[in-house]
């Protein structure tokens, strides 16, 4: 009901814009994330926009260099990344629900990840 796309290889320095369609019909009325899990690591809080749009949060470890956008008659949400480092590989995940949270547990649906990975 997520799907995820627009991962891939980058170098370092590089940008890339990765894109979550959705077929939930509430779409227009959940917030939406982004979410990644690096290797090794636990998932990890990217970004989230409310249902609106108007009211976006970013996490700390990319915050400054990424932007989390919607289209509610698209159904989709974007999230262009910028300046990216070998510490921002990760499988990148798309979410929504009813509220946003940086915790994982408050997200009820989850897209397949997309993967991005960084060279240096």
């Known amino acids: 009901q997520l799907q995820a796309s627009g991962g891939g290889l980058v170098q370092a320095g590089g940008s890339l814009r990765l894109s979550c369609g959705s077929s939930i019909p509430t779409f227009s009325r959940n917030a939406l994330g982004w979410f990644r899990r690096p290797p090794g690591k636990e998932r990890e809080f990217v970004a989230s926009?409310?249902?609106?749009?108007?009211?976006?949060a970013y996490g700390p470890f990319m915050k400054g260099r990424v932007t989390i956008s919607r289209d509610n008659v698209k159904n989709t949400v974007d999230l262009e990344m910028n300046t990216l480092m070998p510490g921002d590989t990760a499988i990148y995940y798309c979410?929504?629900?009813?509220?946003?949270?940086?915790?994982?547990?408050?997200?009820?649906?989850w897209g397949q990840g997309t993967q991005v990975t960084v060279s240096s």
């Open positions: 979410a929504q629900s009813t509220y946003s949270s940086s915790n994982t547990n408050q997200w009820a649906y």
């Open positions: 926009i409310s249902a609106s749009g108007g009211s976006t």
